[in-house]
């Protein structure tokens, strides 16, 4: 049995008989022939019948994403897609019960209703391997770097990221959240591995109807003892110029085929330009924006401020109250933390969420009730500044909306099998 791939190998060494195994992905009937588009998982190869095959009606009688068995000689073809064809002599049905529901011009929504099925297609099918890579050069990176790879509970007593997007569940009588990042639990690693990182599902409960806003997605985290936030910004720099490049050197077929110039990525190396938080306050001002000092930087502002960019943006040194509790104050700029976000090229928005964490009990303890945080939840996480803390510093990536903007493309959906949003959880 070949897939198509070693199809492609074997025509460069022989001609002759085959036996493939797949899907009916186009189908053509004429009088003189039936043109089956059959497709595997590594790609699709033309299959001719001819009126003299004693098949030729099975073959005219296919359906859409029929599976089938077929025997026969392959030969090189220039136009054919894939670069072969297969002349059939034998056609094995295993499965032809219904018509594909797809047809051409269905609505995203009935698509999405159907996603069981619309995962088939090659768009998102090649949307999965693109992730697939992207991973592995993430992964490849941390171990370059000296890290270890960890994994941490979902089930968990508080959040990191502010009550408002926790999922609750019941458990056994109590309640607990869904994770929304695991950074609190890398935070007690840090304390045995030192440089640790985990690839885990994040859920959050916001109501965010937007091309970017997930309810649960997979979270890239990362946390480092001793490192500051200088160290902390020059990783992720390198870190994501690391998997730009590799992506642009081993995968540029499948870069164009989303017309993703792999030259563009190839520009994405340090340093990465940075503005402070209020800097970019100021620049959104002059370009006519209503905003304000202490407001959140939303869709709009972070297009108007990347839209001309080749690489990410660095925003840092928010004012306190806006980030999260754990965040170290700046010393050299009070009423800063030392915290930034890594905003996309084009609009694609934030791709990491990073900040040097506050290691002293005491003033922990002080924002714990600042932010009207319940102090017994994180009673734990304050335990750990009473033994041998350090100074240490970390970051989140969304996975899939750094794979949206490596892959330009309009929606997070396009990048993920199973969308969760807040009107989606079926199928
Ligand atoms: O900026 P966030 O909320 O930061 C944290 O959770 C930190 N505790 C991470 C850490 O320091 N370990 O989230 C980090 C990143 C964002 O920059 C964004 O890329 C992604 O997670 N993200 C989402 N992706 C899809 N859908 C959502 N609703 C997301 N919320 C955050
Ligand atoms: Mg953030």
Not at 291 to 312: C, F, N, R, V, W
Not at 384 to 401: A, D, I, K, M, N
Request: hydrophobic share 35%; aromatic share 12%.
């Amino acid at each position: 049995m070949e897939s198509f791939a070693s199809v492609q190998e074997a025509l460069e060494k022989k001609q002759g008989g085959f036996r493939l195994r797949g899907w009916v992905y186009r189908h053509r009937v004429t009088k003189n022939a039936v043109f089956v588009l059959l497709r595997d998982s590594t790609g699709v190869i033309q299959c001719v019948f001819k009126p003299d095959n004693p098949d030729f009606q099975k073959a005219s009688d296919l359906y859409i994403e029929s599976s089938v068995i077929i025997e026969g000689e392959v030969r090189p073809d220039e136009r054919a897609p894939g670069g072969a064809e297969l002349k059939a002599e034998k056609l094995e049905v295993v499965c032809n019960r219904e018509p594909f529901v797809i047809t051409k011009d269905q609505s995203t929504e009935f698509l999405m209703d159907v996603r069981h099925l619309s995962v088939r297609a090659q768009k998102i099918t090649r949307a999965m391997i693109a992730r697939e890579k992207m991973m592995k050069y993430f992964r490849e990176f941390f171990e370059k770097e000296g890290f270890h790879e960890v994994f941490p509970p979902i089930f968990t007593v508080a959040g990191a990221e502010g009550g408002a997007t926790l999922f609750e569940v019941p458990y056994f009588g109590k309640k607990v959240y869904l994770s929304q990042s695991a950074q609190l639990y890398l935070e007690a690693l840090i304390f045995s591995l030192e440089k640790v990182y985990s690839l885990t599902p994040s859920f959050r409960a916001e109501k965010s109807h937007t091309s970017k806003h997930l309810t649960e997605y997979w979270h890239l985290e990362a946390e480092m003892a001793w490192w500051d936030q200088e160290k902390n910004m020059d990783f992720q720099e390198r870190m994501i110029s690391y998997v730009c490049q590799k992506m642009a050197e081993n995968e540029k077929a499948l870069l164009e085929y989303f017309g993703r110039d792999p030259a563009d990525l190839k520009k994405v190396e340090p340093p990465f330009p940075r503005m402070s938080y209020d800097e970019a306050i100021e620049e959104l001002q002059k370009k006519g924006f209503d905003i304000e000092y202490g407001d959140d930087p939303g869709a709009p502002h972070e297009e108007a401020l990347t839209k001309d960019l080749d690489k990410p943006l660095f925003i840092h040194s928010f004012p306190e109250d806006m980030k999260a509790f754990y965040m170290q104050p700046d010393e050299k700029n009070p009423g800063k933390v030392k915290a930034a976000d890594m905003l996309a090229p084009k609009g694609h928005g934030e791709i990491i969420g990073g900040s040097e964490r506050i290691w002293d009990k005491d003033l922990l303890e002080k924002k714990i009730k600042e932010f009207g945080l319940d102090p017994k939840a994180y009673e734990w996480y304050v335990d750990l500044r009473r033994y041998g803390s350090v100074p240490h510093s970390g970051f989140g990536l969304g996975t899939e909306r750094t794979l949206k903007w490596i892959l330009d493309l309009p929606h997070i959906r396009d990048v993920v099998p199973f969308p969760r949003t807040v009107n989606r959880y079926y199928p």
